[in-house]
Each structure stands twice: as structure tokens, then as C-alpha cells.
């Protein structure tokens, strides 16, 4: 988290969000991936939401035992 940024969701933002919410039927994800893509930020999740989408790193999330 250290190397990470916090930004706040902002008015210019939320046009950007809305858009992708319906171009990839993300609806509250869209706000994290309108946030990277305005910031031109590398995305890496284990959401499998965001695992066919252009420009996301995506990684299978590891099942732990226990």
C-alpha cells in the first residue's frame, strides 16, 4: 500500500465511471478501474470480474487450505 496512491472519487471521474460500469457490466468496480485508467495506472486484482478485460493484470487468486 505503501507504493500505492489514494485519490478521491471526483465529479470528473464519475462520467468515466458510469461508462465503463455499462461497457463491462462492472457496476461498482467501475469506479476502480475509471480510477486507473484516468491515473494510467496498472490495475492488478484477483477479481475475476476484471479477468477479460483489456489493460487489467489479472491473476488467479491462490485457495488456501484450512
Do not use: C, H
Not at 20 to 33: F, G, H, T, V, Y
Not at 54 to 66: D, I, M, N, P
Request: aromatic share 6%.
Amino acid at each position: 500500500m505503501q507504493q500505492g496512491r489514494v485519490v478521491d472519487l471526483s465529479v470528473p471521474l464519475s462520467p468515466s465511471a458510469v461508462r465503463i460500469s455499462i461497457k463491462e457490466n462492472l457496476p461498482a468496480d467501475s469506479i476502480i478501474l475509471a480510477t486507473a485508467r484516468v491515473y494510467n495506472a496498472v490495475l492488478w486484482t484477483q477479481d475475476s470480474d476484471f479477468s477479460a478485460i483489456a489493460g487489467v493484470k489479472y491473476t488467479v487468486k491462490k485457495k488456501t487450505s484450512g
